[in-house]
């Protein structure tokens, strides 16, 4: 069964940084294009980062509100794709997903996305 799974999450203070990992059982990461998500409390589900299928160079998209500070890549030997989270800010607090998408070129669009991790949460607070 095709499985997702986040790590990385945490509580960090305000200008912290951490590295989220999106890591797959079932599934070869490098044929699907990844997006990264995010839900804070009270709020619907964002769209802030994807990356396409392995191309040489990938299509990145990064949101307005995250563009500068956050970093995706992907490392195909472990299977695993990464969210690198600097200058975190209290805006930042939510719970970040990881999904899959056969569409090669990476979409904003969550519901082109098919498999689903169950998230992880990251906590900005001093």
């Known amino acids: 069964q095709d499985q997702l799974v986040e790590s990385g999450g945490g509580l960090v203070q305000p200008g912290e940084s951490l590295r989220l990992s999106c890591t797959a059982s079932?599934?070869?990461?490098?044929?699907?294009?990844i997006g990264w998500f995010r839900q804070a409390p009270g709020k619907e589900r964002e769209t802030i980062s994807c990356?396409?299928?392995?191309?040489?160079?990938?299509?990145?998209y990064y949101a307005p509100s995250v563009e500068g500070r956050f970093t995706i890549s992907r490392d195909n030997a472990e299977n695993t794709v990464y969210l690198q989270l600097n200058r975190l800010a209290p805006e930042d607090t939510a719970v970040y997903y990881c999904?899959?998408?056969?569409?090669?070129?990476?979409?904003?669009?969550?519901?082109?996305?098919?498999?689903w991790g169950q998230g992880t949460q990251v906590t900005v607070s001093s």
């Open positions: 990356i396409s299928m392995t191309m040489n160079p990938p299509y990145i």
């Open positions: 079932g599934v070869t990461l490098n044929h699907y294009a």
């Open positions: 999904a899959t998408t056969p569409f090669a070129g990476c979409t904003t669009r969550q519901y082109d996305y098919h498999t």
